[in-house]
Every structure is written in C-alpha cells, then in structure tokens.
C-alpha cells in the first residue's frame, strides 16, 4: 500500500424516477424521497442493512454537521441546508448516502490507501440493493440522469487522497494539474471543488462520466495516481538530503511535541512535515497512520464534538496543542 495515498472515495449520483431533482422538490416531496431511499435500505435481505443509521440534517448541532465534511463523509453543499435533507452512515462510517442533496442519491464508500477497485466493488452493490427497491431515472443514451449534466452517464466520480509535500516544495503542482485535465482528471484541495489544499493535501478525482465506463474510468485514475506518487517519491529523495528540509521536520516536531497553543493551519503545516520525514526515513518512532489520525481529530468542529464542548478559537487552539502533544510525545 502506498503511503503517499491517504484514502480513496467512489461516490455515485442517482434520482429516482418519478420525482423532480431535489431543488424543485416540495418540503412533503423531500421526505417522502428520505422514506422510500431508507426503507429500500432497511427492508432489504442483505446484512448490510442493519449497519446504516438515519441522520436528519435538522436534528444535528453546526458543529455536528461541520464535523461530517470534515471528516468527508457529507460535501460542504449538503450541510448548507438542512431542512429535508438526511443521511444514511454506516456504523464504521465507510459508507454514506446523502439524501437530497443536489441529487436525490449520493452514496459513497471511503476506503484507506489505494484501494479502487475493493471501493467500487462496495459501492455497486450498495447501489444495485438500492436499485431492487427504488425506479432509478436513466436514460439509454445519456445513462443515469442527474442534475448537473456533468454527472451524465456513469454518475461516478472516483476520487484519492494524496500527500504531496515533495512536490508541492518543488512548485510543481500547477504544471502537474494543467497535464491532468487533459487526461480528464483534475486535482484540487482536500474537500474538493473550491477548496484550497491545505497540509500538502489534494484530492485527485476523474472528471468525465458520460461516454466512458465505470471500469475505464478507474483505472486511468489507478494509472495516474501510482504516476504521481512515483514523481513525489524522487521529489522527497531529492529534497530529503537538504540540511534545511532536515532542519525543518526536526523543528516541526519538536513544536507538535511541546507547543501550548497551536492554531488548525500551523498544526496542520507541522503535521505535513512530520509526515514527509516518516517517510523519508528520518523520523521514526512516528507512523503515517498516527499524523493521520491527528490531521482528522484536530479539525475545529470535529474536535469540539470530541471533547463535548462548545470551544471559542482560542480554547481550540489550546485543545489542540494538548491532543498533538499526548500522541507524539
């Protein structure tokens, strides 16, 4: 498993047939699509049934919800309005169904590392148990039918992780990206569309559903990212050897390890150059797993939902700096 490869994401839209898109859907229209969509779920003879919870976006604190699209479970549009909008999650939160969102179904699996094809697999028989209970709107030539005619065909978009902060060094991402979109990939921050990458963290995701098969589409995203995880390996090598860089992961750590207050940005920095000296070699009684982990529980809502409390900025800061300094001390 390649340690430059976080997680992995394939989420599909679909609608349902005799229901208008979520945007023209009447307040009585919205739930009656939550009921049909999580009946079909509970009904249903497979044993995944029992492991899905039903979410309604109204019961759910801002901190609550803010926690989910930090954690990547929702999209920052599906928390924007919560009135009529639910979600399925499983109980080990690899699998969740947004339910009217901008289409009537998005479900998607998380896997970790690089794992497309075990998170495909998931993901179709999540949507072919869904498909025996509920009429899908689809269409012979333009495939499934969705809103946005971007999601036309397939209804997939498949999506990884990635830590670069070799290449990132290196400025090289800017020329990196240009070269993808021609492959029909983009890159972008970690939460996707309009998001800046933050902790040398992008989401490399395919672009194009309609002409393509599910299968295709996989593995030139599979292709592209082992591509660029062997350019960021070379960029590390090479930058491993600076005295500087050097410099700067030892400091980094030693701050993680002592600081008493440390903002998101900062810890999220700091956590990305422990991360690249894990694996240059140089730091090692640190694991990735461990910086990954801490890259998730310091998120600003999900540490508050955490601890339970309400926090201002500046009691975040210092809960922060005191959960990065119990783990990596």
Partial sequence: MSNEVISTRVRLARNLKDYPFPCRLSEQGRKKVIEKVTSAIRDSNSSIASDFNLI?????????????????????????ETEGRALLLSKDESMSIMINEEDHIRLQVITDGL?????????????????????FAFDDKL???TQCPTNLGTGMRASVMLHLPALEKSRTIGRIA???????????GAYGEGSEPSGSLYQLSNQVTLGISEKAAIENLENITKQLVSQEQQARERLAK?????????RSLGLLKSAMVMTHDEALKLLSNVRFGILSG?????????????????????????????????????ERAKILREALS
């Fill in 282 to 318: 140089q730091i090692k009684d640190v694991t990735a797993e461990v910086v990954d982990s801490l890259m998730e529980k310091i998120e600003p809502a999900t540490l508050m939902v955490n601890s339970g409390k309400n926090l201002s900025a500046q009691e975040r800061d210092i």
């Fill in 178 to 188: 240009g070269n993808l979109s021609k492959l029909g990939l983009t890159i972008r």
């Fill in 143 to 145: 495939g499934y039918l």
């Fill in 56 to 80: 309604k976006l109204d019961d759910l604190t801002e901190a609550q919800g803010v926690s989910l699209v930090e954690r990547h479970l929702v999209s920052p549009e599906f928390i924007s």
């Fill in 242 to 250: 600076s005295i500087d860089i050097q410099d700067s992961v030892s």
């Fill in 115 to 135: 794992s497309l094809e075990q998170a495909y697999d998931t993901a179709d028989k999540l949507d072919t148990l869904l498909d025996e209970n509920l009429e």
